[in-house]
């Protein structure tokens, strides 16, 4: 099937744009820079942590995207522009080496296609990369990437499948999470936007992601035929954001036209995604499906103008007048307050210093509409001045204004903004403007304010004491962790902004001499606290910075299974060998529920480090360990672990086999070593069947022409694996060779592995006309038993000589064979095979034949894959030659099971009791 699948793309790879690595891009036109600088956001909206070093990654293996030049040079300003991070722009694998990868916070699949990802070592590192705490974005076909590579494909959060959705298209985007800090730049809207939207398929799914804008499919405009459409849930994610370990996944399918970089409201969205994928702007990252409040939607407008013509209208229109702001009303078109926004960035400081006062006496202004307010004090937080404060401070104080207020006055660089949020933290203050002002307090870093928010940690409404101990957090400074250290309140909420306060402290200041002191507060948190998940969450915190500290090892054997596994399992597949021996020390001491948990959690990971603790669980008693154990040493292992394997890959007890054979199967290879370690064992007799089997399974072709050699051997076990593995390993070129295997067949183990290799090998098979001749010879000298089989194999050429040869047989003068083809033609479940069935009804005279043709033709409908009103379709065909209430029967019930008004019509029209 799979070769059927792979023969229809290569049909369509002429119309496609080829991948050519190291292709060069014509320049960006002046009038493309120009658009995109004006689109590029001012200030980043988080500071970074540290210097960030971003690997813009641009290599296509697939269809090449005209717009890849204009999201590097978007992405490149914003970082330059912003200070966010500084770019190295490339497409050379060889920047997924370890070492090198290693030097970056970040990865930006910028339009990347098909890409292969084929040398293990890369998949490792770049796996190791996100999950030890690093980053990835993906930038529209980031998606189209691993092809042969499950885990690549699950940590992007899903897998390109089609774009029912063109360039050229015009669709409702709906945001999902209007107040999710990553769609702040929509202003808690929906919007319009003309571009190729994706359908997402493979690990995609709410219950693993935060899903941030997707297609509003109650628009009509967003409707598509059926065929087009895989999915069954109407779910057209465009940006979502996860975790993947301790790292962080952020990816826009929006990308594919040039001018969506250069709309100012994309930009910020990408970078907010870029920043937070880097670790510097913090973002709820729950997955949607888990939130225990779904977040009310926001939908486009019925005013349809794009996000592309407002970004276009912008650059040519004249600021307008403050006055004409003061009336905007939330949902109004937006273009006029961008054109001023555009303007406030253009004009120079003196300026800036008399468009503040106009805004300081709107906002004052009785007329002013809320919603035009708070877009005035977020423009007073761009300029910045200290003169605005007291406006500012005096808006704060209404809860409808706070939220802005205190956002624009954490911007200001003064110390009387910092004197002004002070003042809105008094308790006479409504709760909501007190929070406000402590999140600003925290936003701005203030460590002067440090023992005045402290003394809000322990307040009286445990609303406000948790906005405290989040701003103390959120400074990070030796001053405010001190605070939290010495804060009263409840033992939980302080021991967790200590921490996200000691891991900010780290972060900024990576050095050897706050890392040990971080380390040692973690150690200390963790052997004093009281509160068990206080404990859990020190121990995940000490386990990020020092998998080895000794501090660890007994809570490893706690009495407390959630601490214990924690712990146990953080030090296995750490990776850090000190800690894997201080584990294996004391491995009898931990209890078996926690054993195989580092088991179970060690087989998803390629630890080498962990194979003295595997060596311990493969030691021991206990059988559901053991089997643990087997598949954690497939995933940890090299090729010197093939002989630890291969004695339980004989053992007699099949649970046993079967788990030392998948972890065979799995083991890395690293340049051949492991499979040739395999191969040297194919001299044991006893052995040689399942190594075989093993060896297919791993893919290697070198073993076909011995498999064929020992479909002559008189050892029945041997022969059975024999088949399996040509089965496994066939390939385009094979039918010559695996079709007169059917003369040798003795056993039915044998035919049913003989029968999988000839339909793969039909079907790849690279000249039809070639291999119909084969299959007809064939046919004229196979057994009964395998006449089936090979007319089968003939529908699955895709060629008007396999339709002549089949209709042929259908045409015999003997009713029998004629009938044995029918047959063969019902369990062959092909389209071709469908074509000639439905045809044949028409033709066939016996009655006997006619009705066995129906069922066939019945059967092998239910089975192939087309639109579902199509398919009604072909029913009411098939009823108007029905001749028995048993094949009507059979209709109605296919009818039933399929979900459309077709069906409705049907069942109404045929069978109104149903």
Known sequence: MKFRCLLSLLCLLPLMVRAKPGQQFPPLTAKETAA??????????????????????YRTEGFVHKSIPNANHA???????????????????????????????????????????????????????????????????????????????????????????????????????????????????????????????????????????????????NARSAKKIVRNDNDFAISWLKTEGKGRVFY????????????????????????????????????????????????????????????????QASAPSLQELATYESGDPLARQLAYEK?????????????????????????????A????????????????????????????????????????????????????????????VRIEALNALGQRRADSAVSNIATFADDKNSAVAAAALDALAAIGTQNAIDSLRRAGGPELPRVRAALLALDNLVRRNPSAAIRAQVIGLHAETLASARDATARVEAARALLALDPANPALLPPATDSDARLRNVIA????????????????????????????????????????????????????????????????????????????????????????????????????????????????????????PKVMLVLAQR???????????????GDNVLRAAAYEA?????????????????????????????????????????????????????????????????????????????????SAMLASSDIEARKETIRALSSARTQTAYDLLVDHIAVATDTSERLLTQRGAIDTLNQLSMSKDKKVAAYRKLWQTADTQENKDAIIAAVKRIRHDEATKFLKEFAPAE
């Not at 995109?36 to 990654?57: N, Y």
């Not at 099949?654 to 492991?674: E, H, I, M, Q, Y």
């Open 726 to 806: 040509i089965a496994l390993l066939v390939r385009p070129g094979d039918l010559p060779q695996v079709a007169p295997l059917a003369g040798k067949l003795q056993r039915p183990v044998e035919r049913r592995e003989w029968i999988k290799a000839l339909y793969i090998a039909t079907a790849a098979h690279p000249d039809a006309k070639a291999a119909v001749e084969l299959l007809q010879r064939q046919l004229d000298t196979a057994k009964p038993v395998d006449l089936p089989s090979f007319i089968a194999a003939l529908t699955m050429v895709n060629s008007r000589d396999a339709k002549t040869a089949l």
């Open 36 to 57: 995109i600088a004006a689109a590029i956001p001012d200030s980043a909206r988080a500071r970074p942590g540290k210097p960030r070093k971003l690997l813009l990654f």
């Open 699 to 713: 893919q290697d072709r070198s073993i076909y022409s011995v498999a064929l050699a020992d479909t002559e051997t």
């Open 373 to 432: 307010k708070r877009i005035f004090i977020k423009w007073l937080g761009w300029i910045g001045a200290e003169k605005s404060i007291s406006t500012l401070t005096t808006a704060a104080k209404n809860p409808g204004l706070a939220h802005a207020a205190t956002r624009a006055l954490a911007a200001i660089d003064a110390s009387g903004a910092e004197t002004a949020l002070l003042s809105l933290t008094d308790a006479i203050r409504p709760e909501s």
């Open 75 to 221: 992405i490149e300003l914003m970082g330059n522009r912003t200070g966010a991070y500084t770019v190295v722009i490339s497409d050379d694998m060889a920047q997924f080496d370890p070492e090198t990868l290693n030097t970056y916070d970040a990865v930006v699949f910028n339009n990347t296609s098909q890409l292969k990802f084929e040398n293990p070592a890369h998949r490792q590192a770049f796996l190791d990369f996100v999950r030890r705490g690093k980053g990835v974005i993906g930038i529209h076909a980031g998606s189209d990437n691993f092809p042969t590579w499950p885990e690549g494909q699950a940590l992007m959060g899903g897998v390109f499948h089609s774009h029912p959705w063109g360039a050229k298209d015009t669709v409702a985007v709906k945001n999902d999470d209007p107040d999710h800090i990553l769609n702040a730049a929509f202003e808690k809207r929906g919007f319009w936007i003309t571009e190729e939207i994706y359908q997402i398929v493979g690990p995609y799914s709410r219950e693993t992601q935060r899903i941030l804008l997707s297609l509003d499919m109650n628009r009509a405009e």
């Open 569 to 688: 399992v953080g030090m296995a597949v750490s990776g850090n060998s000190d800690a894997v021996a201080m584990l294996a020390s004391r491995f009898n001491d931990i209890p078996a529920d926690t054993r195989r948990r580092m088991m179970v959690a060690l087989a998803s990971t390629r630890n080498a480090t962990a194979m003295p603790l595997i060596g311990n669980a493969l030691d021991g008693a206990d059988e559901s360990l053991r089997l643990a154990a087997l598949s954690a040493a497939g995933a940890c292992g090299d090729e010197n672990t093939v002989a630890t394997l291969l004695p339980w890959l004989a053992r007699k007890e099949k649970d046993v086999s079967a788990a030392a054979f998948n972890a065979l199967a799995r083991l890395p290879d690293c340049d051949g070593k492991t499979n040739a370690a395999l191969r040297r064992q194919l001299d044991d007799a006893a052995m040689k």
């Open 343 to 371: 303007y406030i960035r253009t004009v120079d400081a003196g300026e800036r210093a008399s468009i503040a006062g106009q805004l300081e006496t709107f906002i004052s202004a009785p007329a002013t509409t809320i919603a």
């Open 252 to 315: 826009t399918s929006l990308g594919h036209n040039k001018d969506i970089f250069e709309v100012p409201q994309i930009l910020r969205h990408l970078l907010d995604g870029i920043q937070y994928a880097l670790g510097d702007l913090a973002a709820d990252a729950v997955p949607s499906a888990r939130l225990k409040t779904q977040p009310v939607p926001a939908f486009a407008s019925d005013d349809k103008t794009t996000l592309q013509a407002l970004a276009a209208s912008l650059a």
